[in-house]
């Protein structure tokens, strides 16, 4: 990058991915990993539910493993696996490679603030909390998930470990979440990514490809996805960690989910931040130029 961000203003990051779900968290991952303000601890591949497969966290570590090998960073950003499968009960932890590294860096004895990212299910963060209470209240949390306010919704990430959901909601952990009202409206074209992102390396003609790869995928679908279009909901994941937007959430009490994944309004003590916008033009606009700028310094 043709420029740095003064090391008081540095974050440290862990990104907790269901990597090989669709196609929106490999945009989120190397947009996180080409921002100079984060110090990227780890990334955890996340388990997307057995809907397709029964081993959808080892297909999230390949596809981290791909992304790391194509931007040439394998030997610079730890992989962790994560979960293999959702929680059995809201008391029994899933023990994971990628929880023990959230509970590390959490009681690290390090300054930088500490922030984990959860593109996925929550299971990570709920097993470490059970298997580690201590870690509440040293870091944040930001969950890409859940659906809109006040009502709810099915929804792919809470659908994948609500009992997971519900730990963390139950706990004292800061956690910051974008449903998915919100998270949806991060609208790009196969046109703009074909002019914006493709030409740039082989991670920007991955980036595209892939997209194009998962949009043929659904064709049978007439519902999803639309054809010419996707919502990289991952992406405000990034984007809020270089600009908080104090004025576009709320502190709301935080809720339960029931199995049909509706929000169960019960307390009023334990408070979450819940975002109600994101701004689609600066989180694309800015992915877009650093995709290109890491492309320019790399020949």
């Not at 008391?91 to 984990?116: K, W």
């Not at 919100?182 to 920007?204: D, M």
Request: hydrophobic content about 40%.
């Amino acid at each position: 990058m043709p420029y740095d961000v003064p090391e008081q203003k540095k974050i440290r990051l862990i990104i907790n991915t269901d990597a090989k779900n669709e196609a929106d968290d490999q945009f989120a991952i190397v947009h996180a990993l080409l921002t100079p303000r984060f110090k990227i601890r780890g990334i955890i591949a996340a388990h997307f539910g057995t809907h397709r497969t029964n081993e959808s966290m080892l297909e999230s570590y390949r596809e981290c493993e791909h992304v790391l090998s194509l931007m040439k960073m394998a030997s610079k950003v730890a992989l962790y696996k994560g979960a293999e499968r959702a929680m059995p009960d809201e008391a029994t932890p899933v023990h994971s490679e990628g929880a023990e590294l959230i509970i590390r860096e959490a009681l690290a004895d390090d300054p930088t603030p500490l922030y984990v990212v959860f593109l996925g299910p929550l299971t990570d963060l709920a097993s470490a909390y059970l298997a580690e209470p201590a870690i509440a209240g040293r870091f944040t949390a930001l969950w890409i998930g859940g659906g809109q306010w006040p009502k709810g919704e099915r929804e792919f990430n809470l659908l994948n470990d609500i009992d997971a959901a519900n730990v963390v909601m139950a706990s004292p952990i800061d956690l910051w979440q974008v449903p998915r009202d919100v998270y949806s409206t991060i609208r790009t074209s196969l046109a703009e990514l074909a002019l914006k992102v493709r030409p740039y390396g082989e991670i920007g003609h991955y980036l595209f490809q892939q997209m194009l790869e998962v949009n043929e995928a659904g064709a049978s679908n007439p519902r999803f996805p639309k054809g010419e279009m996707w919502a990289l909901g991952d992406s405000p994941a990034i984007h809020l960690l270089l600009d908080d937007h104090a004025y576009h959430f709320e502190l709301k009490p935080a809720p339960r989910f029931t199995k049909d994944m509706y929000y169960v309004h019960y307390q009023n003590e334990r408070m979450i931040r819940v975002y109600n916008y994101v701004d689609s033009r600066f989180t694309l606009e800015d992915m877009f130029a650093k995709i290109a700028l890491f492309h320019a310094c790399s020949e």
